[in-house]
Protein backbone atom coordinates (compact mmCIF):
# COMPACT_ATOMS: atom_id res chain seq x y z
CA UNK A 1 0.00 0.00 0.00
CA UNK A 2 2.86 2.48 0.97
CA UNK A 3 4.43 2.08 -2.65
CA UNK A 4 1.55 2.81 -4.15
CA UNK A 5 0.56 6.15 -2.54
CA UNK A 6 4.34 6.92 -3.26
CA UNK A 7 3.30 6.59 -7.03
CA UNK A 8 0.37 8.73 -6.40
CA UNK A 9 2.06 11.34 -4.89
CA UNK A 10 4.45 11.36 -7.63
CA UNK A 11 1.94 11.57 -9.87
CA UNK A 12 0.20 14.58 -7.83
CA UNK A 13 3.49 16.09 -7.84
CA UNK A 14 3.49 15.88 -11.73
CA UNK A 15 -0.03 17.37 -12.37
CA UNK A 16 1.07 20.20 -9.59
CA UNK A 17 4.40 20.84 -11.60
CA UNK A 18 2.14 21.09 -15.06
CA UNK A 19 0.32 23.87 -13.53
CA UNK A 20 2.84 25.54 -12.17
CA UNK A 21 4.87 25.52 -15.58
CA UNK A 22 2.13 26.76 -17.15
CA UNK A 23 -0.21 28.77 -15.62
CA UNK A 24 2.05 31.82 -13.88
CA UNK A 25 3.66 31.86 -17.09
CA UNK A 26 0.05 32.64 -19.16
CA UNK A 27 -0.62 34.81 -16.22
CA UNK A 28 2.88 37.15 -16.37
CA UNK A 29 2.07 36.96 -20.17
CA UNK A 30 -1.31 38.47 -19.54
CA UNK A 31 -0.70 40.63 -16.81
CA UNK A 32 -3.32 38.06 -14.79
CA UNK A 33 -2.03 38.79 -10.89
CA UNK A 34 -4.32 35.10 -9.64
CA UNK A 35 -2.78 33.31 -12.36
CA UNK A 36 0.86 34.49 -11.73
CA UNK A 37 -0.19 33.79 -7.34
CA UNK A 38 -0.48 30.26 -8.18
CA UNK A 39 3.41 29.91 -8.80
CA UNK A 40 4.25 29.54 -4.90
CA UNK A 41 1.87 27.21 -3.28
CA UNK A 42 2.00 25.12 -6.64
CA UNK A 43 5.75 24.55 -6.02
CA UNK A 44 5.69 24.15 -2.05
CA UNK A 45 2.53 21.58 -2.70
CA UNK A 46 4.54 19.67 -5.06
CA UNK A 47 7.61 19.69 -2.90
CA UNK A 48 5.62 18.09 -0.19
CA UNK A 49 4.35 15.53 -2.36
CA UNK A 50 7.83 14.89 -3.64
CA UNK A 51 9.29 14.57 -0.19
CA UNK A 52 6.35 12.57 0.72
CA UNK A 53 7.23 9.79 -1.85
CA UNK A 54 10.82 9.86 -1.13
CA UNK A 55 10.08 9.13 2.82
CA UNK A 56 8.07 6.61 1.78
CA UNK A 57 10.79 5.08 -0.63
CA UNK A 58 13.72 5.39 2.36
CA UNK A 59 10.89 3.30 4.62
CA UNK A 60 10.92 0.97 1.98
CA UNK A 61 14.34 0.31 2.46
CA UNK A 62 14.82 0.12 6.11
CA UNK A 63 11.76 -1.93 6.41
CA UNK A 64 13.17 -4.09 3.67
CA UNK A 65 10.02 -4.13 1.77
CA UNK A 66 11.75 -6.70 -1.14
CA UNK A 67 8.02 -6.32 -2.74
CA UNK A 68 8.82 -3.02 -4.54
CA UNK A 69 11.41 -3.92 -7.03
CA UNK A 70 13.62 -1.01 -6.48
CA UNK A 71 14.29 -2.11 -3.03
CA UNK A 72 14.95 -5.78 -3.45
CA UNK A 73 17.16 -4.41 -6.86
CA UNK A 74 19.58 -2.33 -4.48
CA UNK A 75 19.45 -4.06 -1.46
CA UNK A 76 19.70 -6.94 1.07
CA UNK A 77 18.49 -8.70 4.39
CA UNK A 78 22.58 -8.48 5.17
CA UNK A 79 22.38 -4.79 4.30
CA UNK A 80 23.70 -2.42 7.13
CA UNK A 81 20.80 0.09 7.98
CA UNK A 82 23.21 3.40 7.13
CA UNK A 83 24.31 1.42 3.59
CA UNK A 84 19.86 1.05 3.50
CA UNK A 85 19.22 4.81 3.58
CA UNK A 86 21.97 5.77 0.82
CA UNK A 87 20.75 2.86 -1.11
CA UNK A 88 17.53 5.24 -1.45
CA UNK A 89 19.58 6.73 -4.28
CA UNK A 90 22.40 4.08 -5.03
CA UNK A 91 20.87 3.51 -8.63
CA UNK A 92 18.97 5.75 -11.35
CA UNK A 93 15.49 5.93 -9.88
CA UNK A 94 16.38 7.01 -6.63
CA UNK A 95 18.93 9.52 -7.80
CA UNK A 96 15.72 10.96 -10.15
CA UNK A 97 13.72 11.31 -7.33
CA UNK A 98 16.27 13.09 -4.84
CA UNK A 99 16.93 15.05 -8.50
CA UNK A 100 13.06 16.33 -8.05
CA UNK A 101 13.41 16.95 -3.98
CA UNK A 102 14.17 20.52 -3.50
CA UNK A 103 11.90 22.87 -4.67
CA UNK A 104 13.11 26.54 -5.23
CA UNK A 105 11.03 29.25 -4.73
CA UNK A 106 8.21 34.05 -8.65
CA UNK A 107 5.81 33.89 -11.12
CA UNK A 108 8.23 33.27 -14.27
CA UNK A 109 11.20 31.25 -12.03
CA UNK A 110 8.89 29.12 -10.77
CA UNK A 111 7.64 28.37 -14.45
CA UNK A 112 10.36 27.40 -15.48
CA UNK A 113 11.36 25.61 -12.21
CA UNK A 114 8.08 23.97 -12.98
CA UNK A 115 8.83 22.99 -16.46
CA UNK A 116 12.38 21.01 -15.16
CA UNK A 117 10.20 19.74 -12.77
CA UNK A 118 7.61 18.52 -15.58
CA UNK A 119 10.53 16.46 -17.64
CA UNK A 120 12.29 15.28 -14.15
CA UNK A 121 8.95 14.08 -12.74
CA UNK A 122 7.92 12.81 -16.19
CA UNK A 123 10.74 10.66 -16.74
CA UNK A 124 10.96 9.14 -13.24
CA UNK A 125 6.89 7.79 -13.61
CA UNK A 126 7.32 6.54 -17.11
CA UNK A 127 10.66 5.54 -18.08
CA UNK A 128 12.54 5.25 -14.28
CA UNK A 129 9.86 4.58 -11.81
CA UNK A 130 11.03 3.52 -8.24
CA UNK A 131 8.16 2.12 -6.93
CA UNK A 132 7.37 -0.54 -9.17
CA UNK A 133 6.25 -3.55 -7.91
CA UNK A 134 7.42 -7.46 -7.55
CA UNK A 135 4.36 -9.89 -7.23
CA UNK A 136 4.90 -11.54 -4.72
CA UNK A 137 7.27 -9.70 -3.05
CA UNK A 138 11.13 -11.31 -3.03
CA UNK A 139 12.27 -12.74 0.54
CA UNK A 140 15.70 -11.13 0.48
CA UNK A 141 16.92 -8.75 -2.42
CA UNK A 142 19.45 -8.58 -4.72
CA UNK A 143 22.17 -5.98 -2.77
CA UNK A 144 23.46 -2.52 -3.22
CA UNK A 145 26.57 -2.44 -5.60
CA UNK A 146 29.32 -3.12 -3.48
CA UNK A 147 31.11 -0.38 -5.08
CA UNK A 148 28.83 2.16 -3.61
CA UNK A 149 29.16 0.69 -0.19
CA UNK A 150 31.13 3.40 1.10
CA UNK A 151 30.76 6.35 2.63
CA UNK A 152 31.25 8.47 -0.19
CA UNK A 153 27.55 7.50 -1.34
CA UNK A 154 26.36 8.33 1.24
CA UNK A 155 27.11 11.65 0.48
CA UNK A 156 27.85 11.83 -2.70
CA UNK A 157 24.93 11.81 -4.92
CA UNK A 158 22.89 14.84 -2.09
CA UNK A 159 25.82 17.15 -2.50
CA UNK A 160 26.14 16.85 -6.28
CA UNK A 161 21.91 17.50 -6.61
CA UNK A 162 22.24 20.17 -4.67
CA UNK A 163 24.73 21.77 -7.33
CA UNK A 164 22.36 20.25 -10.19
CA UNK A 165 18.95 22.03 -8.85
CA UNK A 166 21.80 25.40 -8.14
CA UNK A 167 22.40 26.02 -11.68
CA UNK A 168 18.71 25.10 -12.40
CA UNK A 169 17.61 27.94 -10.26
CA UNK A 170 20.56 30.05 -12.06
CA UNK A 171 19.02 28.68 -15.34
CA UNK A 172 15.29 29.71 -14.61
CA UNK A 173 16.13 33.13 -13.49
CA UNK A 174 18.13 33.44 -16.57
CA UNK A 175 15.09 32.29 -18.95
CA UNK A 176 12.41 34.01 -17.30
CA UNK A 177 14.62 37.04 -17.60
CA UNK A 178 14.62 36.51 -21.33
CA UNK A 179 11.11 36.06 -21.23
Known sequence: MLPELGQLALILALLLALVQSTLPLVGAQRGNARWMSVARPAAYAQCAFVVFAFVLLTHAFVVQDF??????????????????YSAVWGAHEGSLLLWVLPAPFMARVLSVMGIIAVGFLSFTLFTSNPFLRHIPGLPDGNDLNPLLQDFGLIVHPPLLYL????????????VAALL
Request: hydrophobic share 50%; glycine share 6%.
Open 67 to 84: SVAYVAQNSNLNLPVHYR
Open 163 to 174: GYVGFSVAFAFA
